[in-house]
Nanobody, 121 residues
Framework: QVQLVESGGGLVQAGGSLRLSCTAS????????MAWYRRAPGQQREWVAS???????DYAGSVKGRFTISRGNAKNTVYLQMNSLKPEDTAAYYC???????????????WGQGTQVTVSS
């Protein structure tokens, strides 16, 4: 069974950068597309970015041009480089393997604990 562990969040000023990491245990991770999601307080979880098993990427419009998703060499780690952060990026960030592109509802694995990103103005 795959377990997902997110890390790298923190408090940053608007305009700053953070790099999030997601590490997954379990061999089934290697052939999966992976994605980052976020949930702001009082809001539903939303899809942020995806990367396929051939490293094709896709981004939500709100983060395109500012965030970059990538895989580690070992293929069991996914990163999210976040630049030019805005207060509206404040949320808990999660990774998972999507079964439907761009959907925050259709994922393969149990959600991890997430990592909190707080952007101050």
């Amino acid at each position: 069974q795959v377990q997902l562990v997110e890390s790298g969040g923190g408090l940053v000023q608007a305009g700053g950068s953070l790099r999030l990491s997601c590490t997954a245990s379990g061999s089934s991770f290697r052939s999966s597309s992976m994605a980052w999601y976020r949930r702001a307080p009082g809001q539903q979880r939303e899809w942020v970015a995806s990367i396929t098993n051939i490293d094709s990427t896709d981004y939500a419009g709100s983060v395109k041009g500012r965030f970059t998703i990538s895989r580690g060499n070992a293929k069991n780690t996914v990163y999210l480089q976040m630049n030019s952060l805005k207060p509206e990026d404040t949320a808990a960030y999660y990774c998972n393997a999507p079964t439907v592109p761009r959907s925050q509802y259709a994922v393969q694995f149990a959600w991890g604990q997430g990592t909190q990103v707080t952007v101050s103005s």
